[in-house]
């Protein structure tokens, strides 16, 4: 965990308080809608179909059970006893009132979480690996990093007014579990052939109506460097990025008009100009050495590599199917990171409730040092269970409806919100997610299936990161009616790529057919049933799969 | 509109000379950035003090040369959301060396006064008399800083150097 120290708590509290004479201003009509909107939006405030949402930060997507608690008592005391986790490692809560919005952030400030820059144009939240710190195989915790970043990004009084949004991710392992290949800067910690940590630095990656898989702009920048080279970026976004067209405003079009070579050369004068600057922000080992001082990790104990009890609860079938799709190699022996489904079937993905948040608390210090972790698939972790722990771990998540086994499997559906909340939707996606996890409810048809992800995004602003779902399902409109497109052979891997359209779009009612049919093509076209879809989708590409889907429409 | 300057609101000494008026020998003047490059040289020379408003799309490098004769550069917020004088105001400041008046002008609010100050801004042309007002208090809403600038603060990394020096060094 990141204990936050004097400076950090002092400058969250000030926040709280800009923030309470801002809505003060805007209630009285002092602040015109146009002023508040963006003042709202660098805290998180959106205006919805039927209400405000707030969002809030779950930086790189570490809480402890004291802040579980907190935003529990925030959906009960101030929304409707439920909140909703995000793609991209924020809590969502769809109903709270203007009014009531200090006091909500205020308690969320007394357990150091804050909304700062979860919305509007401006540098957000910084997500990371939600098992930094325990995947084995780990470089270094991605943590310290993302925090580091994470404070130099807040509040900038340079870019909190960029042309739009601006999307950090930062990864240490080998496998991408970030999806930095879709942020606007993708960080990839890395040894160099001396040895030394650095990062290679991606940029331009993004989803929403013109979608780019991010690019290599330097292959190895410095820890120390890491700042000022993110500045220097910045710099040159802040000044030629587009502000004629929403559309087109996003780094990736500055990146794709200039080309990758070009905006590199940009951005490399520009830190050249300024990196050994008076106000130069190279970190020195002490700063580093400072920061991640303040992560502390558990102590663990030395714990056999199977324990007794995991040998006997391996008699029951169902304890081992949840086993085999919920829980993951710990770099400790005798410990393992557990992840928690939050699509139950017939739900609607990334939904928790006050009283599920309360019970998980719980269980994280019962089992799991006190620590829970959020990523970007909507699901929960519990990173440090000892293995012994595990049946009773099971049997209290079941309790809690948090054991659905179904973890990267079918029915583990990434979906925004879309037309039930959202203004922007042209279409409904909760609705489609929960039609999916019931077609598909049966856990032996999805353990045969294998690992596959379904995404989808109510619009084409790709919220629910449909692109580069395994399955994508994007909702458009018709003629005033909700249609979706389909595209297959996506992924937000370290191998990312996008999906390809399998065919015309299909009407609401006949997206789960059409599913149905894409899985059961795949089925008969994998080579071998250890062959995942995406594999055979790259194999054959998409002609086999349109044929058998579409033979029949 | 009122014209915020070290801290306090203050009357404008500069007078805005339309790009088809005459200029005048003396007294203090801000010119457009096109009347200003016709003639640089002479207009950055006149017996007034000149001021220049300089475009948010346009490339500092061409105001660069003429930097220490002029008394005033004036940057522009045409609406509160375009935010890329910030970054014109720190190059002035950090790597061009400005040390006259950097003055923000267009739609500039209070909520953003704190981020001028900190990129380097030390008069604002304010568009409600109830901001400027309020300028003093508004610019004291943090005390903390996590990123530095040529404005001095200490940021929240070199505190916490200072903080564990002092406290290694105490008995
Ligand atoms: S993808 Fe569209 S519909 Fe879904 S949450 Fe984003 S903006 Fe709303």
Sequence with gaps: MYAYDELDRTLINERVEEFRDQVKRRLSGELTEDEFKMLRLQNGVYLQLHAYMFRIAIPYGTLSSEQLRRLAH????????????????????????????????????????????????????????????????????????????????????????????????????????????????????????????????????????????????????????????????????????????????????????????????????????????????????????????????????????????????????????????????????????????????????????ADQMDALADLADKYSFGEIRVGHEQNLALPHVAKRDLPALWNALDKIGLATPNVNLVSDIIACPGLDYCSLANARSIPIAQELTRRFANHETADLIGRLHINISGCINACGHHHVGHIGILGVEKNGEEFYQITIGGRADENAELGALIGPAVPYGEVADVVEDIVEAYLALRARPDELFVDTVKRLGVEPFRERVYATR | MPLVKDGKITGDEFIHVADDAEVPGGGAILLSSTRFLGDPEALSRRAGKTGVIWPNNRDLDDLVPYLDRLAVVALVFPTFRDGRAYSQARLLRERHNYRGELRATGQVLRDQFLFMLRAGFDSFEVKKPADAEAFAITVKRYSVFYQPTGDGRMTALHRRMMLRHSESASP
């Design chain 1, 74 to 353: 925030v959906a009960r005391r101030y929304d409707r006893g439920y909140g909703h986790f995000t793609t991209r490692q924020n809590i969502q809560f769809n109903w709270i009132k203007l009014a009531e919005l200090p006091d909500a952030l205020g308690d969320l400030a007394e357990v150091g979480i804050h909304a700062m820059q979860t919305s509007g144009n401006n540098t957000r939240n910084v997500t990371s690996d939600q098992w930094a710190g325990v995947a084995p195989g780990e470089i270094e915790d991605p943590r310290i990093w993302s925090e580091l970043i994470r404070q130099y990004t807040t509040l900038h009084p340079e870019f909190s007014f960029l042309p739009r949004k601006f999307k950090f991710a930062i990864t240490a392992s080998p496998h991408d579990r970030a999806a930095i290949k879709i942020h606007d800067i993708g960080l990839r910690l890395h040894r160099n052939a001396e040895g030394e940590t650095g990062f290679e630095v991606l940029v331009g990656g993004g989803l929403g109506r013109t979608p780019f898989i991010g690019k290599t702009i330097k292959p190895f920048v410095h820890g120390r460097d890491l700042l000022s080279y993110v500045e220097a970026i910045l710099r040159v976004y802040n000044q030629y990025g587009r502000r004629d067209n929403i559309y087109k405003a996003r780094i990736k079009i500055l990146v794709h008009e200039l080309g990758i070579d070009k905006f590199a050369k940009e951005v490399e004068d520009e830190w050249q100009e300024m990196r050994d600057s008076d106000t130069a922000l190279t970190l020195d080992d002490a700063m580093i050495e400072d920061i991640r001082s303040r992560f502390t990790y558990p102590a663990y104990e030395k714990l056999p590599h199977t324990p007794e009890e995991l040998k006997k609860a391996a008699h029951d079938p169902l304890f081992e199917r949840w086993r085999k799709n919920s829980v993951s190699t710990h770099k400790v022996q005798g410990y393992a990171i557990v992840t928690l489904s939050l699509k139950p079937v017939g739900g609607p993905p990334g939904d928790a409730t």
